[in-house]
């Protein structure tokens, strides 16, 4: 079984940068398929970003492109995502989900196993 535990979220300017934290047990985090995830209030949870299994492979929502980079430290068994220049329109509950199957990353369906979430509160 393999879990996930979030952090790094918090209530921030624009402009700011964060760094969210997605660490795994239960499993070695190079053979996942890791990929973030954010649902803003009232609205559907998103794809934001992920990495693939066993390679460096990465994808991002194209509103995010620039501005985020998912990244993997093996050694920690962690994924990050690091968030820079901030929006308003970033702020969400971030979710970090993970797969050992091969499919899609952008679809949430594809995971296996979620996080908790953790909130990003971005003020103008």
Do not use: H
């Amino acid at each position: 079984q393999v879990q996930l535990l979030e952090s790094g979220g918090g209530l921030v300017q624009a402009g700011d940068s964060l760094r969210l934290s997605c660490k795994a047990s239960g499993s070695l985090v190079s053979g996942l398929t890791v990929g973030w995830f954010r649902q803003a209030p009232g609205k559907e949870r998103v794809f934001v970003a992920s990495i693939s299994r066993y390679t460096p492979t990465t994808i991002y929502e194209d509103a995010v492109k620039g501005r985020f980079t998912i990244s993997r430290d093996n050694a920690k068994n962690t994924v990050y995502l690091q968030m820079n220049t901030l929006k308003p329109e970033d702020t969400a509950v971030y979710y970090c989900a993970a797969t050992l199957q091969n499919g899609v990353p952008e679809i949430s369906d594809y995971y296996e196993y979620w996080g908790q979430g953790t909130q990003v509160t971005v003020s103008s």
